[in-house]
T-cell receptor, first 116, second 115 residues
Framework: GEDVEQSLFLSVREGDSSVINCTYTDSSSTYLYWYKQEPGAGLQLLTYIFSNMDMKQDQRLTVLLNKKDKHLSLRIADTQTGDSAIYFCAELPELMTTDSWGKFQFGAGTQVVVTP | DTEVTQTPKHLVMGMTNKKSLKCEQHMGHRAMYWYKQKAKKPPELMFV???????INESVPSRFSPECPNSSLLNLHLHALQPEDSALYLCASSQEALAGADEQFFGPGTRLTVL
């Protein structure tokens, strides 16, 4: 299985906040990404955070990082029907090695369904 | 132009066919990637090109043959594929192939069906 873990499904009502959770593995310097994928489409980068940060906010998106528990979350405020998609968290080490070069560790993805 | 484009959008091929997938970016990125994504699974890295040279081949079968003719183009040549190769093939690019430091921009993908 994947080293980066996510819950598989989240249902949320329009207008509510969504929180998508992820646990990662690398305890050293790492970048943590959130990607959104709509049906039949490629991945869209939403935001990313470096592992020395605790929080990052970008409009409706808030990323929280708990380094002690290696827990990452993405909060979407005022969730809209257009937010229905699969959300992937991904980890990429800061330091380049032959094994890590350009190679994401993706989570399995969380399917978010927004209901009216 | 901040787009990665891929053609075709959809491709259906038989197991004896030869076809190619194409990817293009004009962001001046020097690293380009091929990923394979099966339904409801995360993308899996296949190849990484850095400065038009193949840097990583993730033990991909030889029926997949990548080619980087120039810094803007990336092809994936397909020959004698199997039905289990049916998937969404995603291309991505980044400024450099540095771990973690660069954002990867993804194309919309080519949906491949092998009959």
């Amino acid at each position: 299985g994947e080293d980066v873990e996510q819950s598989l499904f989240l249902s949320v009502r329009e207008g509510d906040s969504s929180v998508i959770n992820c646990t990662y593995t690398d305890s050293s310097s790492t970048y943590l990404y959130w990607y959104k994928q709509e049906p039949g489409a490629g991945l869209q980068l939403l935001t990313y955070i470096f592992s020395n940060m605790d929080m990052k906010q970008d409009q409706r998106l808030t990323v929280l990082l708990n380094k002690k528990d290696k827990h990452l979350s993405l909060r979407i405020a005022d969730t809209q029907t257009g937010d229905s998609a699969i959300y992937f968290c991904a980890e990429l080490p800061e330091l380049m090695t032959t094994d890590s070069w350009g190679k994401f560790q993706f989570g399995a993805g969380t399917q978010v369904v927004v209901t009216p | 132009d901040t787009e990665v484009t891929q053609t075709p959008k959809h491709l259906v091929m038989g197991m004896t066919n030869k076809k190619s997938l194409k990817c293009e970016q004009h962001m001046g990125h020097r690293a380009m990637y091929w990923y394979k994504q099966k339904a409801k699974k995360p993308p899996e890295l296949m190849f990484v090109y850095s400065y038009e040279k193949l840097s990583i081949n993730e033990s991909v079968p030889s029926r997949f043959s990548p080619e980087c003719p120039n810094s803007s183009l990336l092809n994936l040549h397909l020959h004698a594929l199997q039905p289990e190769d049916s998937a969404l093939y995603l291309c991505a690019s980044s400024q450099e192939a540095l771990a973690g430091a660069d954002e990867q921009f993804f194309g919309p993908g080519t949906r491949l069906t092998v009959l």
